[in-house]
């Protein structure tokens, strides 16, 4: 085990900033591998995620849409209720491993809807059918409410959204390509490769499975702790040390301290002096798209953010969450984009002080690369 000092808070974001692919040096070389390596990023903002992405991947969004209607990248619900983009690759033992508890725990809610067993049985084989009888096998949400509606299957709003959560964190469906706005729906089973399932990947070792998910988290978001893994996926602590002990050896992964809690960070080998080779780049003010795995994956935000400016992130404390700038090692204040063609620009909201002139230039720059849908 390699020790290392504490790690201040600039320095921690740093690490994880170099190891999320997100220096032009580091990144992955395509949108597929810029997945793999984060093993899941938030998707439930379309643009947010299409942008994450192309900048850990340096590519544009487009290579990205394009991604994802060749089949290399799907979004689902692979953990915690929340839609996340994946390799296609993975998406099939990861929603194995993770979806079940997420479908367990809206129990209550299928319930008040009057989803029950039979009636979410029902829906998904007409569901199936009616994407077995269209034209590239994909359809989006409201064709499918209308199509249902017409075979006297008729749905609610929120009928319909917790049909497609249950049945996508089931491993039954997913969000494959894109049309427009709109991430289409398409059947698991005819979109990922056979050769991604928990059984085929892992002979159905779901301790081998979730150390391979560990191992991942740690690689492509260390140094964080077993517990912002377990935070993250909702697996259970105790499978996740068993399945540490179990399958990761010291040599995969480097010790990076411990964290105000006294818990161990972990990360991918060598990181330390990648930041010191990178500090000038690490410098300069970067954007970052709205629901960024940089903040969202970690249950302990204060590296990055002071509380009283994550208010300012998710203002109306609902989960949704503002594009944001990143200076040194932490995040000063939100960005949007204003206007559109040729009258867009960039508008920047500091939670404190006002930038510096030459930050505000920086990011003009960036603002110029940046992956716009």
Same mark, same amino acid.
């Given at each position: 085990m390699?020790?290392?000092?504490p790690?201040s ?9 170099v190891?999320?692919g ?7 070389t395509?949108?597929q591998?810029?997945?793999e390596?984060l ?9 947010g ?5 192309a900048?850990r991947s340096?590519t544009?969004?487009?290579?990205v ?9 799907v979004r ?7 839609v996340?983009a ?14 079940p508890?997420s479908?367990?725990?809206?129990t209550?809610r299928r319930?008040e809807?009057?989803?029950s067993? +039979?009636?979410i =049985?029902? #829906? *998904?084989e007409a569901? !199936? @059918?009616?994407?077995?009888d ?5 359809l989006t949400?409201?064709e ?7 075979r006297g299957?008729p749905?609610?709003s929120?009928q ?8 996508i ?8 390509p894109i049309?427009g706005s709109?991430?289409?729906?398409v059947?698991?089973?005819d ?7 928990l059984?085929?990947?892992f002979?159905g ?5 979730t150390?391979?998910?560990?191992r991942?988290y740690?690689m492509?978001?260390?140094?964080a ?17 068993? +399945?540490?002990? =179990?399958y #990761? *050896?010291e040599?995969? !992964? @480097?010790h ?12 991918p ?5 990648t ?7 690490l ?7 709205p629901?960024?795995?940089l903040l ?6 204060s ?9 300012k992130?998710?203002?109306?404390r609902n ?5 944001v700038v990143y200076?040194k090692?932490?995040?000063?204040a ?6 559109s063609?040729?009258?867009r620009?960039l ?6 002080r ?13 603002? +110029? ?5």
């Amino acid at each position: 085990m390699s020790e290392q000092a504490p790690l201040s808070f600039p320095a921690l974001s740093a690490h994880r900033f170099v190891a999320q692919g997100l220096l032009p040096a580091e990144a992955a070389t395509s949108p597929q591998e810029a997945a793999e390596l984060l093993s899941c990023a938030q998707g439930q903002h379309l643009g947010g995620v299409i942008a994450a992405l192309a900048l850990r991947s340096g590519t544009t969004a487009a290579e990205v849409v394009d991604a994802f209607n060749a089949g290399a990248l799907v979004r689902g619900y692979p953990m915690r209720g929340t839609v996340f983009a994946m390799s296609a690759n993975d998406a099939g033992w990861l929603t194995s491993l993770g979806g079940p508890r997420s479908v367990q725990g809206a129990t209550r809610r299928r319930e008040e809807l009057e989803l029950s067993d +039979a009636r979410i =049985a029902q #829906l *998904t084989e007409a569901i !199936l @059918e009616l994407l077995r009888d269209e034209p590239g096998g994909a359809l989006t949400r409201n064709e499918l409410g209308d199509r249902l509606a017409e075979r006297g299957l008729p749905l609610t709003s929120p009928q319909r959204y917790h049909t497609l959560f249950t049945l996508i964190a089931s491993g039954v469906l997913l969000y494959g390509p894109i049309s427009g706005s709109e991430h289409l729906v398409v059947s698991a089973a005819d979109w990922l490769p056979a050769s991604g399932s928990l059984e085929a990947r892992f002979n159905g070792d779901e301790l081998a499975a979730t150390a391979e998910w560990l191992r991942r988290y740690l690689m492509g978001h260390g140094p964080a702790t077993l517990r912002d893994f377990s935070w993250w996926t909702k697996l259970p602590l105790g499978q996740i040390r068993k +399945a540490k002990d =179990a399958y #990761l *050896t010291e040599s995969e !992964l @480097e010790h990076y301290g411990l964290n105000g809690a006294r818990e161990e960070l972990w990360g991918p080998p060598g990181l330390t002096a990648t930041v010191s080779a990178t500090e000038a780049k690490l410098a300069s003010p970067r954007l970052l798209p709205p629901f960024d795995e940089l903040l969202l994956g970690y249950q302990d935000r204060s590296a990055l953010v002071h509380d009283d400016h994550h208010s300012k992130i998710d203002v109306a404390r609902n989960g949704v969450f503002k594009p944001v700038v990143y200076v040194k090692g932490r995040l000063v204040a939100t960005w949007a984009s204003v206007g559109s063609g040729k009258n867009r620009r960039l508008e920047v909201t500091p939670f404190e002080r006002p930038l510096s002139q030459r930050a505000i230039a920086a990011l003009a720059r960036e603002f +110029a690369r940046y992956p716009h849908r």
